[in-house]
């Protein structure tokens, strides 16, 4: 049984950096694609990023890029969201996924077959 648990969500001030993790288990993970998005109250789900676990490949949502990192650590089976030049329109609650690589980009929520329970994060102006 798959499971994806976020940890490291929390409060910041704008212009602060946040890492939020995903730890991931109940299968190996190696085909899948991890990704990461985020709902903000009254939105839809948006993506953020996302990265193959096999190669690392990652890719990103144009509102985050340059500013946020998605990594893995495959010892640990865990993939990161690295956050830096936060700004309030971030606040959100963040989950992880967990999808079958294919050769188009996973961007859309469709596309993942597991989700975690989502951690908070929340920037203050």
């Known amino acids: 049984q798959v499971q994806l648990v976020e940890s490291g969500g929390g409060l910041v001030q704008a212009g602060g950096s946040l890492r939020v993790s995903c730890a991931a288990s109940g299968r190996t993970f190696s085909t899948y694609t991890m990704g990461w998005f985020r709902q903000a109250p009254g939105k839809e789900r948006e993506f953020v990023g996302a990265i193959r676990w096999s190669g690392g490949r990652t890719y990103y949502a144009d509102s985050v890029k340059g500013r946020f990192t998605v990594s893995r650590d495959n010892a640990k089976n865990t993939v990161y969201l690295q956050m830096n030049s936060l700004k309030p329109e971030d606040t959100a609650v963040y989950y992880c996924?967990?999808?079958?690589?294919?050769?188009?980009?996973?961007?859309?929520?469709?596309?993942?077959?597991?989700w975690g329970q989502g951690t908070q994060v929340t920037v203050s102006s």
């Open positions: 996924a967990a999808g079958k690589s294919t050769n188009v980009l996973l961007i859309y929520s469709y596309q993942y077959d597991n």
